[in-house]
């Protein structure tokens, strides 16, 4: 019966989360950096036969692109096959994969807890973590490495009781590498340290693990050696020393931050979920003892200690705590639908000032550019929360279920809306431009730009290399009968025959002679 019951949750929460990851998935652009990019990885790969072996060594704007192994690159160009170029089929291998994880954090919480209510209640948290469904739908790294990293876990439990699925331990460190290099080191020294703190010794001598280990890795050591091979000490400068560990002792391209960075972004999009971690690592440290105990604690403070050193700072790094922080949050949720211990009265305001906080959300987005989806998703929250505040103030643990639907039902309607990727708004809308470039200039053409930095978005729609450059770079190039993209003051500057121009878009002039 516990082992019917148990797939029945795990097909419950598989179908929830392809519905939340995948819900209006190509509703929006993509963005800069790390979509853009990957998109254009991906599409040199598809574009390309197999004999050029560009699978292998792959491009960006014909240039050898040496930052991160393909594997994801791989899967998308494998999904520009069957359907085409386009938004969706550039965010769906990553988003199917970032799904698949919420079940495997129950399996994993199942192991470690002993005990299903626990692993349904993290697994639950996980599913509705705001960080982990946004970065997890993006076509970025973070969500796959999260889902390889919890095979490697669960592997390693299942492990204890089946010797042969320490295999499966090899193969997910290998996935890992093959998806974001050496960070394979942390996150395999992580799951090395619990398997000592815990005890399980035994696992060590497992002959299952180390041909695991062997096999599952083979693929990612030959890659990393045919790119030496192929390339020489360049590729070793740019993907371990520039790319990684440049990154560990100096902020690589300006992205610093204070070694409580990371804190501050678990603070800022940690909702609703945080007012229960301090319980959840109190109740870790008492319980330090059992599995769970151990893997959340070692988990959260290695991972935590070692991106807070690092010296480059960037919002997503932080991802692989999230399964950690959802463990420790299902362990004290649990320990209260079943003790009943908590403060009515702390939280009760908190969730109080949650509903006001929703109210104010739907006035605004009723009177500033009114949008039907983020106005009902702000009426959601008020009465998810105020609901949650008055079970709360009754001591009735019914409050937990409630919060959970409200958060979820929250995060369909957010994801319905063309809100989401907030970073879109942070700039100038790239299509238009890139429509324009496409109407003028062949594919793969090099253009020159007044716009201060690089936009890999915009290389992709508009399928040339936009290329930022200075005031008498863009002379020059001018001279050279190059493609400039300028805006209105860059082409007074340059004092360039405005009726040569081939078109203008969101306030940029392309222009050729």
Request: net charge positive; charged share 10%; proline share 6%.
């Amino acid at each position: 019966m516990r082992l019917v019951k148990d797939r029945e949750w795990i097909l419950s929460l598989l179908g929830l989360s392809l519905l939340l990851w995948l819900i209006f998935l190509g509703n929006s652009p993509l963005r800069d950096w790390d979509e853009g990019t990957i998109a254009q990885v991906a599409r040199d790969i598809w574009r390309s036969p197999l004999g050029s072996m560009r699978w292998l060594y792959p491009t960006l704007a014909g240039e050898p692109y040496h930052n991160k192994p393909p594997l994801i690159h791989l899967l998308i160009a494998g999904t520009y096959s069957l359907a085409g170029v386009n938004e969706l089929t550039t965010r769906l291998p990553s988003a199917i994969l970032t799904a698949l994880g919420v079940p495997l954090l129950f399996l994993v919480g199942r192991l470690s807890f002993n005990s299903s209510l626990p692993a349904l209640f993290a697994a639950l948290v996980y599913l509705t973590m705001l960080p982990v469904v946004r970065h997890g739908r993006l076509a970025m790294l973070d969500g796959s490495l999260m889902t390889f990293f919890l095979v490697v876990l669960w592997c390693l439990l299942k492990a204890r009781h089946h010797q042969r699925y320490a295999l499966g331990v090899g193969f997910g460190l290998g996935l890992i590498a093959l998806t974001k290099g050496m960070i394979v080191l942390l996150l395999g020294g992580i799951a090395g340290l619990f398997v000592l703190v815990n005890r399980q010794l035994n696992l060590l001598r497992n002959p299952y693990l180390w041909v695991g280990m062997c096999l599952g890795n083979a693929p990612a050591i030959a890659w990393y050696v045919a790119q030496w091979l192929h390339y020489g000490d360049s590729f070793l400068q740019i993907n371990l020393q520039s790319q990684t560990f440049n990154r560990l002792i100096e902020p690589v391209e300006g992205n610093s931050g204070a070694p409580w960075y990371y804190l501050i972004e678990i603070l800022k999009y940690g909702f609703p979920w945080l007012l229960f971690l301090p319980g959840g690592l109190y109740l870790a440290w008492k319980k330090r003892q059992t599995t769970w105990g151990c893997l959340v604690l070692v988990g959260t403070i290695i991972y935590l200690v070692t991106i807070s050193v690092m010296k480059t700072k960037l919002p997503w790094y932080v991802m692989p705590i999230y399964p950690f922080l959802a463990l420790a949050i299902g362990a004290k949720l649990a320990d209260i639908w079943q003790h009943g211990y908590f403060q009515p009265r702390i939280l009760t305001g908190l969730f109080i000032v949650f509903a006001i906080a929703g109210l104010g959300g739907g006035v605004y987005f009723a009177t500033s550019d009114p949008q039907p989806v983020l106005i009902a998703m702000s009426m959601v929250l008020a009465v998810s929360m105020g609901i949650v505040a008055w079970l709360v103030n009754k001591r009735d643990r019914r409050f937990i279920p409630v919060l959970f639907s409200g958060m979820y039902v929250v995060l369909i309607l957010l994801m319905s809306s063309q809100s989401w990727i907030w970073e879109l708004n942070e700039n100038f809308p790239v299509k238009p431009v890139a429509e324009l470039i496409r109407a003028h200039v062949s594919p793969g053409t090099k253009i020159y730009s007044s716009i201060a930095y690089s936009r890999p978005s915009l290389d992709f729609y508009g399928d040339c290399q936009v290329i930022p450059a200075s005031i008498p770079v863009l002379q020059q190039m001018w001279l050279n009968k190059s493609y400039l993209l300028l805006d209105s003051t860059s082409l007074q500057q340059l004092n360039l025959p405005i009726n040569q121009s081939l078109g203008e878009a969101e306030g940029l002039i392309l222009i050729h002679q």
